[in-house]
């Protein structure tokens, strides 16, 4: 097939969701993978459910039914991820487990699409690091640590492709609007927040040809908070 196609962590989620809807409406295929599954898509979307990426051979199984779909993969957005608030003497540190989410998930993500990106003549790679990992807060040392890997990863695997016509970014967003942090943070206001679907718009922009003169970029995307 000639349509650029794009596969989608964490593709339930908020954030996923939007992404998808900006998407197809970019004229690109899409695939979602999630740990989540039953959930509804779009005609013609490829929903790869009950998948847990920080399994790499989960990882590398969930690619390959892409490619038996679509028979190419040009995109990878990584948005697969977690959050905890949880300061560092809690009695079940979390750290782990934010790693895992974020970091681990990432990595195996974008081992599994390698080989088919860089086939492509526009491969891209999109992560979704955090604003908040660049000075982080009381209660999001896990949280902040396992996003400040992901900007790592970001950064090493730009360098390790600039050979190639792969590129890997990452948007660095603050606090994002959904339900969740609505019901967490009652007293905020959203409206200082970042859209989900202004978010998207960056990562769209991002997963395009006319993004290749960016590689290793951390774009910070902070709305007005």
């Not at 970014?169 to 994002?176: C, T």
């Not at 960056?202 to 774009?219: H, K, N, Q």
């Amino acid at each position: 097939m000639t349509q650029r196609v794009m596969v989608i962590t964490g593709g339930h989620g908020v954030l996923g969701r939007a992404v998808l809807e900006a998407a197809r409406a970019a004229g690109l295929a899409v695939a979602v993978i999630d740990h989540a599954e039953g959930h509804p898509v779009p005609a013609g979307v490829l929903e790869i459910g009950g998948v847990d990426l920080t399994d790499a051979a989960q990882a590398e199984g969930a690619v390959a039914s892409v490619i038996s779909r679509f028979g190419r993969l040009d995109v990878l957005a990584n948005i697969a991820g977690g959050f905890v608030w949880q300061t560092t003497d809690d009695a079940a540190p979390a750290w782990d487990r934010m790693q895992a989410l974020n970091l681990t998930t990432a990595l195996n993500a974008s081992r599994a699409a390698l080989p088919y990106l860089k086939a492509a003549s526009d491969g891209r790679i999109v992560n979704v690091g955090s604003a908040a990992a660049l000075k982080p807060g009381a209660g999001m040392g896990a949280y902040a640590a396992a996003k400040l890997g992901v900007h790592a990863l970001t950064q090493a695997l730009a360098e390790e492709l600039k050979t190639t016509a792969v590129t890997v970014n990452a948007v660095l967003p603050s606090i994002i609007d959904t339900p969740a942090n609505r019901k967490d943070m009652p007293d905020a206001d959203p409206a200082t927040w970042v859209a989900p679907a202004d978010l998207a718009a960056v990562i769209l922009f991002l997963a395009s040809p006319e993004s290749r003169a960016m590689t290793g970029a951390l774009v910070p995307v902070t709305g007005r908070v």
